[in-house]
């Protein structure tokens, strides 16, 4: 019996960005790459669960915003408190609980991107399954598990996306730990709340001295999306037939169009190689 699926993925976002940008994108890409239909499908099939990973931070993210909006207001609506108080707090648990499955979705929609390489290298070669260490593992497989002929795209994304975005990959990791483990004395309930002070002043939870918690959510969001479209890009791009490259544009997210072409040039090829080999002869 056949079957016909409706509503396979419904974007969130306001400009297309995962529909139109991310998922339209990608898999023009794949259109033009060397698959079998069964590899087309695995790879549809990652495109489709990154996506609604990314769909699931964006929600969240959005929640987060719209539940701190409504603190805010309903703590500005009163009077400072009097003395012998010094701050009255507003905690909130559905801060708490955004926060938290905004950083999980975050882990799994890492642990969901390495497995587009599953159809390109094949299931016996690439068999690391979750990015695990902040990407150090998937380092190691992406140096010892590609084949020679795609050695230097491998290296373009060790060196390109991996490397460079480790740190916050770590710090957000670190912070769901904490969350979810206890890990660290975890992070207490008390830091997820809208605090008035005698002085009047409304205070958000922070992440640090100069940055709030959804501007945190925000800039992490953005890594995350940005990632995942490099890694696929990336990684599809291995299997482009030689007579092809990728070519990128621009990259700011108020864009939602695809950022990624496929054009009949070797210039972009010759480039990234030159740039590759300038970057081993410096080591």
Same mark, same amino acid.
């Given at each position: 019996?056949?079957?016909?699926?409706?509503?396979?993925?419904?974007?969130?976002?306001?400009?297309?960005?995962?529909?139109?940008?991310?998922?339209?994108?990608?898999?023009?890409?794949?259109?033009?790459?060397?698959?079998?239909?069964?590899?087309?499908?695995? =790879?549809?099939? /990652? @495109? %489709?669960?990154?996506?609604?990973?990314?769909?699931?931070?964006?929600?969240?993210? &959005? +929640?987060?915003? $719209?539940?701190?909006?409504?603190?805010?207001?309903?703590?500005?609506?009163?009077?400072?408190?009097?003395?012998?108080?010094?701050?009255?707090?507003?905690?909130?648990?559905?801060?708490?609980?955004?926060?938290?499955?905004?950083?999980?979705?975050?882990?799994?929609?890492?642990?969901? =991107?390495?497995? /587009? @390489? %599953?159809?390109?290298?094949?299931?016996?070669?690439?068999?690391?399954?979750?990015? &695990? +260490?902040?990407? $150090?593992?998937?380092?190691?497989?992406?140096?010892?598990?590609?084949?020679?002929?795609?050695?230097?795209?491998?290296?373009?994304?060790?060196?390109?996306?991996?490397?460079?975005?480790?740190?916050?990959?770590?710090?957000?990791?670190?912070?769901?730990?904490?969350?979810?483990?206890?890990?660290?004395?975890?992070?207490?309930?008390?830091?997820?709340?809208?605090?008035?002070?005698?002085?009047?002043?409304?205070?958000?939870?922070?992440?640090?001295?100069?940055?709030?918690?959804?501007?945190?959510?925000?800039?992490?969001?953005?890594?995350?999306?940005?990632?995942?479209?490099?890694?696929?890009?990336?990684?599809?791009?291995?299997?482009?037939?030689?007579?092809?490259?990728?070519?990128?544009?621009?990259?700011?997210?108020?864009?939602?169009?695809?950022?990624?072409?496929?054009?009949?040039?070797?210039?972009?090829?010759?480039?990234?190689?030159?740039?590759?080999?300038?970057?081993?002869?410096?080591?």
């Amino acid at each position: 019996m056949m079957r016909r699926f409706s509503r396979l993925f419904e974007d969130p976002t306001p400009n297309g960005l995962l529909n139109s940008r991310f998922l339209k994108g990608s898999l023009d890409i794949s259109s033009r790459m060397e698959l079998s239909q069964e590899e087309q499908e695995q =790879v549809l099939v /990652v @495109l %489709v669960l990154v996506a609604r990973k990314l769909a699931s931070m964006y929600q969240h993210k &959005a +929640k987060f915003q $719209d539940v701190l909006a409504s603190l805010v207001t309903r703590v500005e609506a009163r009077r400072p408190p009097d003395p012998p108080f010094a701050e009255e707090i507003e905690l909130s648990q559905d801060l708490f609980i955004e926060f938290d499955e905004f950083l999980v979705q975050l882990k799994s929609a890492l642990d969901h =991107v390495v497995k /587009v @390489l %599953v159809p390109i290298l094949g299931a016996r070669r690439w068999t690391i399954r979750t990015f &695990a +260490k902040r990407g $150090d593992g998937v380092i190691r497989a992406l140096e010892s598990a590609s084949p020679s002929e795609y050695r230097e795209r491998s290296f373009a994304i060790i060196e390109h996306l991996i490397r460079p975005n480790q740190e916050w990959i770590q710090m957000s990791i670190d912070a769901r730990d904490r969350l979810n483990h206890f890990l660290d004395g975890g992070i207490s309930w008390e830091y997820f709340g809208v605090c008035q002070t005698a002085e009047g002043v409304i205070q958000t939870p922070k992440w640090a001295a100069d940055q709030t918690l959804d501007q945190l959510m925000e800039i992490v969001w953005a890594n995350a999306f940005r990632f995942c479209e490099d890694f696929v890009a990336f990684s599809l791009a291995m299997r482009l037939p030689k007579a092809f490259a990728l070519q990128r544009g621009p990259t700011a997210l108020e864009r939602g169009d695809p950022i990624y072409s496929v054009v009949f040039d070797e210039g972009p090829e010759r480039a990234l190689r030159a740039a590759i080999e300038k970057r081993r002869g410096g080591k």
